[in-house]
């Protein structure tokens, strides 16, 4: 990784770990809201999971490019998205499921 990357990547971890409505877990493999990996880095790029309509639009526009992580993983080499679609990436994983408690 390129230093570029390596601040980038802490941008991501240090926001959204500042937020206390924000469960963010670090690990070796991601990053995790609820036990579920939401973001990861593979070499230069962030990989997030965003919603299939979501990451199918990015990638038709490209603004990204697809992963082979599966369908909703979108592969991001703009450090300038890194954060927004991070976020937008825990917001969609880190949702509890509905009816999860009754």
């Known amino acids: 990784m390129s230093e570029l990357t390596d601040a980038a990547y802490d941008e991501v971890v240090l926001t959204l770990g500042q937020d ?6 670090v ?3 991601g990053l ?3 036990g579920r990996r939401f973001a990861f ?4 790029r962030l990989v997030v999971r965003l919603p299939d309509a979501r ?3 990015l990638i038709a526009r490209r603004v990204v490019g697809g992963h082979t992580a599966g369908d909703g993983w979108v592969s991001v080499s703009s450090v300038d998205l890194w954060l ?3 976020g937008e990436a825990h917001a969609f ?3 509890p ?3 999860g408690q009754s």
């Open 41 to 44: 880095l593979d070499d230069d």
């Open 32 to 34: 995790l809201a609820h």
């Open 55 to 57: 990451a199918a639009d």
């Open 93 to 95: 994983v880190g949702e």
């Open 27 to 29: 690990t070796d493999d």
């Open 20 to 25: 206390p409505d924000v469960d963010v877990t």
């Open 97 to 99: 499921a509905v009816g």
């Open 84 to 86: 927004e679609l991070a």
